[in-house]
């Protein structure tokens, strides 16, 4: 079958077809190019809040030891999160997305610790924060 007898009408016309055609596949296979998948993003948006996970360090800072059981509050705008430390003296906590926090810290023996935490300062590092606590005091044998 020779095509190239076709006037030039027509060819103009099938090609416009394919065009359209190829058009209107992408349209709707590509995600975002149609109203229901943007639809469904604005929803996922509107329902799961922007929030990131934040590791954090609790040491003496007298001897460096990492403090265990020690009570976290951490409140931002959106919301709040607790935790304890474990025994590396370390918690991690989800918090909505903001560029500061206010940390508390509680432990028997420990000042308490209240602060802003700024989160955008190295992001993917731990923060580490030092706590003042009382060490035990030795006590001599002859009192």
Not at 25 to 50: C, I, Q, Y
Not at 116 to 138: E, F, H, Q
């Amino acid at each position: 079958m020779d095509l190239s007898n076709l006037p030039k009408p027509v060819w103009y016309i099938l090609t416009g077809i394919l065009l359209l055609t190829v058009g209107y596949g992408a349209a709707t296979h590509v995600p975002g190019l149609n109203d229901s998948d943007r639809e469904k993003s604005e929803n996922n948006a509107s329902t799961t809040p922007n929030s990131s996970s934040v590791k954090v360090s609790v040491f003496d800072e007298a001897t460096q030891v990492p403090i265990v059981g020690a009570k976290i509050i951490m409140e931002s705008e959106g919301g709040s999160d607790t935790d304890t430390t474990d025994n590396l003296g370390a918690f991690r906590v989800q918090i909505p997305a903001t560029d500061y926090v206010k940390v508390h810290i509680h432990k028997k023996g420990c000042e308490p610790y209240k602060q802003d935490l700024n989160l955008k300062s190295n992001p993917d590092r731990p923060k580490s924060i030092l706590l003042k606590c009382s060490s035990p005091t030795k006590k001599s044998p002859n009192s």
